[in-house]
């Protein structure tokens, strides 16, 4: 009798081709030496993640907004390291190929460096997360100079800043006007203090260029205009799975949502009739 396949998934990925290089930090400082653009995509699961991975995203982020796009809450602020370390274990176990970076959520790195080292640990020996990314200007300073001189890749974001949401007065584009010189100050600060790229949100094209071209690590660009050194954007945006008014920097690239409703229809449809399950689909 042959053997069936385990039902709802059985924890491999549909990668069947052997191991390949993985992407490393070294390799994205590479690429912006070179002027090769690359994507960075969020990934919550093992079948984006691998998905994505074969599509040849070098750099996958598994979110806080995770939060948001995940686990149905409204904002980035509610979820928790415990919550996250899951989802960071299912991607990095899925990935071949790309860097796996883990968020670290709201509350669990701005008290202390040590606070900070504590929780990127976590994310690197319980989750396999291969860098940490932490929301902050200058002052995350002393939280990325640890985690760099302790051998966590850390890659800081500024601009806007979703974990500031209420302090900043809610999603405004950042850095206009004379703003503009202190996000660049602050960009060399990270860059000195050890981080290994910078992820720019919600800012002037002209401001983020000039952010580009002012350090050595690499930019990742989301709704920061087209002169960074790679882009970013959440999956279910990137899909269209979410529905709905979207950011201006967005870009869908597909219709899921349409695809999954035609899809559960169908099914409910052939059910209904009695159509589905057909002679072989049975034992
Ligand atoms: O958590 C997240 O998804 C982000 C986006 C800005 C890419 O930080």
Redesign the pocket.
Known sequence: MSEQPTPYGDGTSPATAPSPKRTRIHHLREMKEQGEKWAML?AYDMYTAATFDQAGIPVL?V???ASNNVLGNKT?LPVTVDELIPLVRAVTRSAQRALVIA?LPFGSYQATAEQCFHTAVRFMKEAGAQAV?LEGGAEMALQVELLARSGIPVMA?IGFTPQREHSLGGYRVQGRGEDAQRLIAEAKTLEAAGAFAL?I?MVPGDVAAEITKSVQIPTVG?GAGKDCDAQ?L?WQDMAGLRTGRLPRFVKQYADVHTVLTDAARDFAADVAAGSFPAPEHTF
């Open positions: 969020t982020l979110g806080d907004s980035s968020d990314k974001h992820l949100e989301i970013v959440v």
